[in-house]
C-alpha cells in the first residue's frame, strides 16, 4: 500500500472520508508535519524524502513543479491532482482504490488526474 501526503489545499472532508473509509490507508496533511505555509517545492521535497505520493487541487503549480523534479533526476515519489469540481465520494473512492491497490514505488516520476473516469 502507498502512502500519502495530502496538501494544505487539499479538501479536508476528502482527507476524512479517505480515513473513514479505510483507516489503514497512511495519509497525512502537510499540516500534521510542521509544513504549514510551505512552498510547493519544499512539499515535493519532502514527500520524495518520505516516500509520499502527494495529493492536491493546485493543478497551477505543483505538476511544474512535479515534472521539473523529474527533469533534474530528483525523487518524485507522485502526485494525484484532485479536481476542484470532482465529486467528494468520487474523489474519495479514486484515492482509496489507488492507495489499497498500487504498490510502492509505482506512480514514481508521474502525476496522475482525478477522477480516474
Known amino acids: 500500500m502507498i502512502r500519502l501526503l495530502a496538501d494544505e489545499n487539499l479538501n479536508n472532508n476528502i482527507v ?43 493543478v497551477a503549480t505543483i505538476t511544474a513543479f512535479a515534472y521539473e523534479r523529474v527533469r533534474a533526476g530528483k525523487p518524485m515519489a507522485g502526485v494525484f491532482e484532485v479536481g476542484r469540481t470532482v465529486a467528494l465520494r468520487s474523489a474519495i473512492d479514486d484515492i482509496v482504490l489507488l492507495a489499497t491497490c498500487s504498490e510502492d514505488g509505482e506512480w514514481d516520476g508521474q502525476v496522475q488526474y482525478l477522477p480516474l473516469r
Open 16 to 58: 476524512r472520508g479517505v480515513r473513514l473509509r479505510d483507516p489503514d490507508i497512511d495519509l497525512v496533511r502537510v499540516q500534521d508535519v510542521g509544513l504549514s505555509g510551505a512552498n510547493d517545492p519544499t512539499v515535493l521535497e519532502w514527500a520524495a524524502g518520505h516516500q509520499r505520493i502527494l495529493l492536491t487541487h493546485d
